[in-house]
């Protein structure tokens, strides 16, 4: 069984903001939801204000509100097990506990707060049933409402638009299933709840109030509207519509090589694995776990023995995909991918069939998403004037801080 730094490399998984988490059932209890529903109102809350909410008489009444809720879903044993996997953010982390007194928090309660609303409630009732809490829904719904706007220049979209589709029948683009929380970069195309959505402008990066690597996006849809929102709220849209997917780039054909011809020279390809390997953090973390390699051979010839060889983790593997390279020489190419996400590599050791240590080189833990967009810097001949950034789990700019 592989030995794994795990403290570094569980770090390097929370750095890129991809958690993985596994699916909450589909049917959820009325009370389940109502939970849920008051959690995303004060994560809507964080995003849009960039800090946790806080008590006092000076704060909004809404905030306030949030404030004492977020405490009481942080002392419920069962709020937080309904919550699990939903905290992105790590709002019910203990370390993300506002620094109140005891007074400020017992300054006001839901029953006092809603009563200053015009509301009525039952004090006899607890946090869990959070009756005034709108159904997600209802909260869905509103946001479509506030959020989306008419596009004035989506006449700059359409064709991009009518050319993706043209792309997809052709079978240029192709579209993949949305990996949870994976990159997202300016000119990315998704679908999201049947309609293309391309994300148009990105802002400058910041740190929220609470720890995480956000930045704000203008997102243009295909019915001529468009949105203002975080990059963590356009995730998090993504992840919970299970029909989502991201639209890949043209085919590469290829590299280097500008105009391609019957005696261009063959000289390998590159491609990219996934591991089959049953041991547990392999399994949990297969889907940013990829082996980066380059061969001059057939690459299914190549990884035939895969589960002989410490090279693959001495399991089977899976072929995410492959591009082939023309007039080049393939080590080279290796040297300069594997150098380039050399800070993220996988940190893994096992022993081969002869009881030696073995330290495989080639597995970094980095999104699909970002080895494609390296392959295309490669291939438009700038990848100098980038690096990968673990934090924000995207490319940036070498001349950028």
Not at 211 to 216: A, K
Not at 344 to 367: A, C, H, M, N, S
Not at 385 to 397: G, H, I, K, M
């Amino acid at each position: 069984m592989p030995k794994y730094t795990t403290d570094d490399d569980l770090a390097l998984l929370e750095e890129l903001g991809l958690e993985i988490t596994t699916d909450q059932t589909d049917q959820l209890s009325a009370r389940e939801e109502r939970i849920i529903a008051g959690f995303e109102e004060i994560q809507r809350f964080v995003e849009e204000q960039g800090r946790m909410p806080q008590h006092g008489s000076d704060r909004d009444i809404f905030e306030r509100l949030y404030a004492v809720r977020l405490d009481r879903l942080r002392e419920s044993s069962e709020c937080r097990e309904v919550l699990k996997g939903l905290d992105a953010g790590g709002l019910l982390d203990a370390n993300n506990i506002n620094q109140s007194s005891e007074s400020d928090i017992a300054e006001i309660t839901d029953a006092e707060l809603l009563a200053a609303l015009g509301a009525e409630t039952d004090p006899a009732q607890d946090i869990t049933h959070l009756t005034h809490v709108r159904s997600r829904q209802e909260i869905k719904t509103a946001e479509e409402i506030a959020q989306r706007n008419q596009c004035a220049d989506f006449a700059e979209f359409k064709p991009i638009f009518d050319q993706v589709q043209q792309d997809l029948k052709s079978g240029q683009r192709q579209t993949i299933k949305y990996q949870d929380n994976a990159a997202i970069n300016q000119g990315d195309l998704f679908i999201l709840d049947g309609q293309k959505v391309i994300v148009a402008e990105m802002g400058k990066w910041f740190t929220s109030d609470y720890g995480l690597p956000n930045s704000r996006l203008r997102v243009v849809y295909d019915n001529g509207t468009e949105s203002d929102l975080l990059l963590r709220s356009l995730q998090r849209a993504l992840n919970k519509d299970k029909t989502s997917r991201r639209i890949t780039t043209p085919d590469l054909g290829p590299l280097f090589s500008d105009t391609p011809a019957k005696d261009d020279l063959v000289t390998g390809y590159i491609y990219v694995l996934r591991s089959k390997s049953d041991d547990p953090f392999i399994v949990a973390n297969h889907s940013i776990i990829h082996k980066i390699g380059v061969t001059s051979g057939d690459v299914k010839k190549r990884v035939a023995n895969a589960p002989k060889d410490p090279t693959y983790l001495l399991a089977d593997v899976e072929i995410i995909t492959t591009f082939k390279l023309a007039n080049i020489n393939p080590k080279k190419l290796e040297a300069l991918l594997h150098k380039f996400f050399d800070h993220v590599r996988l940190d893994v050791q096992l022993q081969d069939r002869f009881g030696i240590p073995v330290k495989p080189r080639e597995w970094f833990l980095v999104p699909l998403e970002v080895v494609e967009s390296v392959i295309t810097k490669i291939k438009e001949g700038n990848l100098d004037q980038f690096r990968y950034d673990p934090e924000t789990a995207n490319l940036v700019r070498t001349d950028v801080t």
